[in-house]
């Protein structure tokens, strides 16, 4: 904490890893000469760097670019870009940090990075964007490569960023390097399900776990926060298997449509109008209701996804989720429950996914994304699905062994954080002192 002060987030992220890995560390003291906990939470490379961009005004604004290139011993790094004010170093640090052990996961040769900048992409023009991403890029292309470090989306990052920063990188470059970003459009190098990918893998892992207890989606109210790209496709699927999706939420409030979403309806409002989830509940009518500034937590329901952002879900939200009867909780978003939230799940004993098994799907998909591109094919959307199912079951097994294995049959945070770290650590160990 003193070496890195006022990183709360970072912090946070650090601590639930390292408390879980006790038993790991007693069992392989190897860990604790070559320093591998020291190592792991120390980046590789951390850049920082201004990124001025002309508004449509006619003004100048400055922004703050991050690039946190956490660890490379299993690959290139990997991880998203996001555009949110709230950006500062200790938000980009816990998301990179999470994205060593989340990478792990997947079975896939890619290291963990994060990055991205304070800019509040809201309200801004399309020009604007892509003079703020051209910015962006001009300082990120001298750090990035298909085999040194590969961006994707984040909160605030989707395929119309992904597409002015793969141009800027081009246009610098003068290479087609398509394996340099994931995300891409489909007809540029993109893959089918990248998209989807985040959501669709997170609702996969959570059926899996229903599993564990003889349950399924089928039949269960869900409330799902957010209603960007994970919370969308989280919605789709869950559908698809027969829950009734009641709410979506933004940073103004939460609807909650007691029918069920309008799937198609919320995907016009966000992805093609770029609206607000109170347009949804206006254009929706009698059927929805716009709750502003409320808890989407108060809604009750069986299964609860947060996919909006970290810490949304604390203490008092799990209290109201439990006295409504829950029975699973799966993390969409990047640490969106609070420690006080985790626990009060653990001693109930409902069902607990934590995001870097649960939503690991995304940057899985992008790891076959690059597979695409370095074979410089395409693959067809049932096989990339088919892939993307076999990862999170894996994923999810993996970690239910682990757990059982270490004595704690349930516990997805003890399977997450050990089953990745023991990998990378054997990696670190491995490669020597760097
Ligand atoms: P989007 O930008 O597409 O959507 C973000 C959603 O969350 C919006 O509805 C946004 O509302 C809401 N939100 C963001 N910040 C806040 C906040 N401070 N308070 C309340 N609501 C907020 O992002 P994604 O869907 O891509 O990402 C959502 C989460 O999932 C993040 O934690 C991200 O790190 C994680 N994730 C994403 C992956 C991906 O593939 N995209 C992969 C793995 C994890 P508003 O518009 O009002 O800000």
């Known amino acids: 904490i003193a070496r890195n002060p006022g990183e709360a987030e970072f912090h946070q992220a650090v601590r639930e890893v390292f408390d879980t890995l006790g038993p790991v560390i007693d069992r392989n003291p190897q860990y604790t000469e070559a320093a591998v906990l020291e190592r792991i939470c120390e980046p590789e490379r951390q850049i920082i760097f201004r990124v001025p961009w002309v508004d449509d005004a006619g003004r100048v604004q400055i922004n703050r670019g991050f690039r946190v290139e956490f660890n490379s011993a299993l690959g290139p790094y990997k991880g998203g870009l996001r555009f949110h004010p709230s950006v500062y170093l200790g938000i980009i640090k816990f998301l990179g940090f999470e994205q ?39 300082e990120l292309a001298n750090h990035i490569g298909p085999q040194t470090d590969v961006p994707a989306g984040d909160i605030g990052v989707g395929g119309r960023e992904i597409g002015y920063m793969f141009g800027q990188y081009r246009r610098i470059t003068n290479r087609y390097d398509a394996g340099v970003l994931t995300g891409k459009g489909l007809t540029w190098g993109g893959s089918l399900v990248r998209t989807e990918a985040t959501g669709y893998g997170l609702v996969m892992f959570t059926n899996r776990m229903l599993g564990t207890r003889g349950l399924s989606f089928d039949g269960k109210t869900v409330s799902i926060s957010g209603s960007g790209n994970v919370a969308i496709y989280a919605t789709a699927k869950a559908q698809e298997l027969g829950a009734q999706v009641i709410t979506c939420s933004d940073s103004s409030g939460y609807v909650i449509d007691e029918a069920g979403i309008d799937l198609e309806l919320l995907r016009e409002v966000k992805e093609v109008e770029r609206g607000r989830v109170s347009d949804y509940a206006i254009r929706r009518g009698s059927a929805a209701t716009f709750v502003p500034g409320g808890s989407v937590w108060d809604v009750p329901v069986d299964v609860a996804l947060p996919c909006a952002t970290q810490n949304e879900l604390d203490g008092d939200a799990a209290a109201a989720l439990l006295s409504n009867g829950l029975v699973a909780v799966a993390e969409g978003a990047n640490m969106p429950c609070t420690p006080q939230a985790i626990l009060a799940f653990q001693k109930a004993g409902v069902l607990y996914a934590p995001g870097k098994a649960s939503n690991a799907g995304g940057v899985a998909t992008s790891g076959l994304e690059m597979q695409q591109n370095a074979s410089r094919d395409s693959w067809s959307f049932d096989y990339t699905e088919n892939k993307l199912a076999e990862i999170m079951a894996n994923i999810h097994d993996t970690c239910a062994q682990t757990a059982e294995e270490y004595g704690h049959a349930g516990d997805y945070v003890m399977g997450a954080n050990i089953t990745g770290f023991i990998k990378v650590a054997d990696a670190v160990i491995a490669q020597g002192l760097i």
């Open 100 to 138: 060593i052990f989340k990478n792990s996961l997947t079975g896939l040769p890619i290291g963990g990075g994060k990055g991205g900048a304070d800019f509040d992409p809201h309200g801004r023009s399309d020009g604007e964007i892509m003079r703020f991403c051209q910015s962006f890029m001009t």
